[in-house]
């Protein structure tokens, strides 16, 4: 039988061959070596003769459990494997080390392999126990938490038998499930399916407890307890319970009680301000992902906690809802709660452009909610102000980029700025102001900003700036534009003293100011002897 052998010495494992003869320190430091003396094994009769009978078992399907060496008329009952040195002419072995074999592989001798020869076999590796790391509902809570949440379970269900009601549900919300107080009553109808009007204790374990929310985070917990159960987001409509039990249960916003309406519009005004800045993808879904990013949850604990409402700057601000719905409502001359171009256009002074007020109402930025052709409604214009007067956050940066960005390419270029800075610089002429000519605009703007390319502009390049809404100022909004040139000393040390706030909270509380004294002076025109009280008198 001719066999060739066209390995690559270098995968040769002479211990593997188990020649006894010669040392594998020798064999290992010369391949040639090894591989000639490999290919002078194959070529004794005897190996093969071992060679084509295990070949023969195998294509004839019989296991290859033999001990010993394959018997063969020449072979030799002393070794298993024919050697290539006559008897006794083998030089000795230096002693072998437990660790010695395959630089490659880790071996352990186990006896003789099944076929009989010296050949070590692997030793299978020990099993590793791996811990439950997957749990459908969540993992369950610890024992010692678990104990402790069920021995003030007790306590507040001590005496209550048959459960509690909503009203003695509220301090068991705050103090065991970390919640703010006005998610009492969505919890409570969360546990309670059908309706009873009590959550007894088991209920409430199984739901809390068992049903693991006890070690979930807060935003997963609201999050939870507010979506619909086939839904994958929130929606508006899933904010509206809280906020109402917010305005029926918080002292700051007591005063409102006798004026339902406005009640309404507050909780609207909330729940789009939470939108603008929670859901960036602008599709009206709040995924659990924006809501862990967001702050919303450290506003509601907040509001929870402040009982000046008005001190609970994120979202939940009086003072900011009556400031945008007035500006609305100075607008919307016909109070039909829509706005149209030439409404729009008077915001602020006049001191948009025509071109900047078509591109809003193109829906570029944002498709109206009003359904009616050519008019904006309440949720459209809160989102308008919200980017107007705080051109520095995100939502507003993007709301601006893609009304300046015409061709919608994701570049602002030269041309494109132009076109909207053409009617500011006709502006200035007509009131009589020298005029800023373009390339000396667009120098500055390159400083300000720092485009990685100067032709054009990225939203990273304007998100990356904090001179981005000065930017959009200069474009179209010429009164913002002249603040900035001649640069308000007092506005400067405001901005300095109070870095926290951003450019809607001063421009809120600037507003809200002027409102509030325009109101005293109407008060005092009408006759009216009583001081007007911000903290006490509804809006209207």
């Not at 070596?33 to 190996?47: D, G, I, R, Y």
């Not at 030439?342 to 948009?352: D, K, T």
Request: charged residues 25%; contains cysteine.
């Amino acid at each position: 039988m001719d066999m060739d052998y066209n390995g690559d010495s270098g995968f040769l494992d002479p211990e593997l061959l188990q020649l006894n003869e010669v040392s594998p320190l020798a064999i290992k430091s010369n391949p040639y070596v090894a591989e000639k003396l490999f290919e002078q094994w194959l070529s004794l009769p005897e190996s093969t003769l071992l060679v084509k009978s295990l070949f023969n078992n195998v294509k004839a399907g019989i296991p290859l459990n033999v001990s010993g060496s394959v018997s063969s008329p020449k072979a030799s009952s002393g070794s298993p494997v024919p050697s290539m040195f006559p008897a006794g002419s083998a030089p000795p072995l230096s002693p072998r080390s437990s660790s010695s074999g395959s630089p490659r592989i880790t071996k352990q001798r186990a006896g003789p392999s099944v076929l009989g020869s010296p050949l070590r076999v692997i030793s299978e590796p020990v099993k590793e126990l791996i811990p439950q790391f997957y749990f459908q509902n969540g993992r369950p809570p610890p024992n010692d938490l678990k104990e402790q949440c069920l021995f003030r379970c007790n306590q507040f269900f001590y005496g209550h038998a048959d459960g509690l009601q909503l009203h003695e549900f509220k301090p068991l919300t705050k103090e065991i499930c970390k919640l703010p107080s006005f998610f009492s009553t969505a919890l409570f109808k969360k546990i309670d399916v059908a309706g009873t009007g009590v959550v007894t204790r088991d209920a409430f374990v199984d739901y809390w407890v068992n049903g693991n929310m006890l070690i979930k985070d807060v935003a997963t917990q609201i999050y939870t307890i507010l979506k619909q159960p086939d839904l994958k987001y929130l929606t508006q409509e899933d904010l509206k319970p809280i906020l109402r039990e917010l305005l029926a249960t918080h002292p700051g916003l007591e005063f409102l009680q006798s004026t339902p309406e406005f009640q309404e519009r507050y909780a609207e005004t909330v729940i789009y301000r939470i939108f603008f800045y929670m859901n960036r993808t602008g599709d009206a879904r709040l995924t659990l992902r924006e809501l862990k990013r967001g702050n919303l949850i450290a506003a509601m604990q907040h509001a929870d906690e402040e009982e000046d409402i008005n001190k609970v700057l994120k979202y939940f601000s009086y003072e900011h809802f009556y400031v945008i719905y007035c500006k609305f409502w100075e607008l919307d001359t016909d109070h039909d709660f829509l706005i149209d171009k030439e409404n729009l256009i008077r915001y602020g002074n006049h001191a948009l452009t025509y071109r900047i007020v078509d591109r809003i109402f193109s829906q570029v930025p944002r498709k109206f909610t009003s359904n009616v052709d050519g008019k904006m409604g309440y949720e459209d214009f809160v989102y308008f102000i919200l980017s107007e007067e705080d051109k520095s956050s995100e939502p507003s940066l993007e709301y601006w980029f893609k009304c300046v960005d015409l061709d919608g390419n994701g570049v602002i270029t030269r041309n494109e700025m132009q076109f909207f800075y053409e009617e500011q610089l006709h502006r200035m002429e007509c009131m009589a102001q020298e005029p800023v000519l373009f390339e000396d605009i667009l120098c500055q703007i390159v400083d300000m900003i720092g485009p990685k390319d100067e032709g054009y502009f990225t939203l990273h390049d304007l998100k990356g700036s904090k001179l981005a809404g000065s930017v959009f100022n200069i474009l179209f909004n010429l009164n913002k534009f002249m603040a900035f040139e001649t640069r308000d000393p007092f506005l400067i040390r405001q901005e300095r003293e109070n870095p926290t706030l951003t450019e809607w909270d001063r421009f809120a509380h600037r507003e809200y100011i002027r409102l509030s004294m325009e109101e005293d002076a109407e008060d005092a025109s009408n006759g009216s002897a009583d001081v007007w009280d911000e903290s006490l008198e509804a809006p209207f």
